[in-house]
């Protein structure tokens, strides 16, 4: 057998060989642009997504405020609104719930925070002027002022400490009572000792939510 022949054999067996390697090239490259794509595909679903939800939110905020706030505040792009829960009463940023039934103080301190609120707390003249209007047709409620005892100091539930600039005191007979002490507010602007024990309606308070 020539030479030449013998080499030409020697290619074509060598052939398969590298069709694979280009083969495995090949497919390689086409699993990597495959997963490259999908890469990019999900990234340009997501952003989509992203700004489909963002203008959504924008239409969903317009429309609340369109329904729900005054016009002052509905046509104007930079003011915002704020909103109560249903059978709630606003006041400037916050919102009100005077309850309808009585209970003692801890029973009224648990109804406020099982709503994601706590019992009134007053700390300006403003306010108290709103809540002595709210409640001119009822006798006496719950607010969020207690003291450890007759000794201690008075304290909101927020741990703020009572101003009696806003409103006075008067201590009740209760007020040399052993344990824990609450109290009540009355008609009169003040508030009256009275043992956590005893029954009252009561107020609940929360922050006002701004649209």
């Known amino acids: 057998m020539e030479l030449n022949q013998v080499s030409r054999i020697l290619d074509n067996r060598q052939c398969p060989c590298w069709h694979r390697v280009v083969l495995t ?19 340009v679903f997501q952003v989509c997504s992203s700004n489909a939800t963002s203008s959504n939110n924008t239409q969903l905020v317009s429309h609340l405020r369109q329904s729900l706030c005054e016009p002052q505040y509905s046509n104007s792009a930079g003011a915002s609104c704020n909103l109560c829960p249903l059978q709630w009463l606003l006041h400037l940023r916050k919102c009100y719930w005077v309850s309808k039934i009585t209970g003692n ?30 409640t001119k047709s009822k006798t006496q409620v719950w607010i969020g002022l207690h003291a450890a005892s007759s000794m201690a100091k008075w304290s909101w539930v ?29 008609r009169q602007n003040q508030a009256v000792t009275v043992a956590c024990s005893e029954e009252y309606k009561w107020i609940c308070q929360k922050e006002a939510v701004p649209i």
Do not use: P, Q
Not at 25 to 43: D, P, Q
Not at 159 to 186: K, P, Q, V, W
């Open 25 to 43: 090239i090949g497919c390689v490259g086409n699993i990597v642009l495959v997963a490259a794509l999908t890469v990019l595909s999900v990234m």
């Open 105 to 134: 103080w801890s029973k009224s301190h648990e109804y406020c925070s099982l709503r994601k609120s706590h019992l009134l707390v007053i700390h300006n003249s403003a306010e108290m002027g709103f809540i002595m209007n709210i």
């Open 158 to 186: 927020d741990g703020s400490f009572y101003d009696d600039s806003l409103f006075r005191m008067n201590r009740h007979d209760t007020y040399h009572a052993e344990g824990d002490l609450c109290a009540i507010l009355t």
